[in-house]
């Protein structure tokens, strides 16, 4: 079992910026891919960044790429989120989660989940 706690969520101004961190414990988190998702009121979750075991690669959603940041320390078990340049449609509750596979974006190909936090971006 892993488990994940995410923080750093909150108000922000547009333009402003935000660092999530999802911590893990339990079974090495180093040998998983580790994802960032979030969830509109009203909207699926759906993958906004990804980053593979060892931090060497990652993927960003179109709505993200430029705007956000991935990487992981693994020594610390956490890996972060930096959001710049937000926008009031980046409000939404945002999840870590943890998945064996390189290349899994839907939510049922992650085996772990955080609890959430919330995003809110004003304009």
């Known amino acids: 079992q892993v488990q994940l706690v995410e923080s750093g969520g909150g108000l922000v101004q547009a333009g402003g910026s935000l660092r999530l961190s999802c911590a893990a414990s339990?079974?090495?988190?180093?040998?998983?891919?580790v994802g960032w998702f979030r969830q509109a009121p009203g909207k699926e979750r759906q993958l906004v960044a990804r980053?593979?075991?060892?931090?060497?690669?990652?993927y960003f959603a179109d709505s993200v790429k430029g705007r956000f940041t991935i990487s992981r320390d693994n020594a610390k078990n956490t890996v972060y989120l930096q959001m710049s340049s937000l926008r009031p449609q980046d409000t939404a509750v945002y999840y870590c989660?943890?998945?064996?596979?390189?290349?899994?974006?839907?939510?049922?190909?992650?085996?772990?989940w955080g609890q959430g936090t919330q995003v809110t971006v004003s304009s």
């Open positions: 989660a943890a998945s064996t596979d390189n290349r899994a974006a839907m939510t049922w190909e992650y085996d772990y």
């Open positions: 339990g079974r090495t988190f180093s040998g998983y891919y």
């Open positions: 980053i593979s075991w060892n931090g060497g690669a990652t």
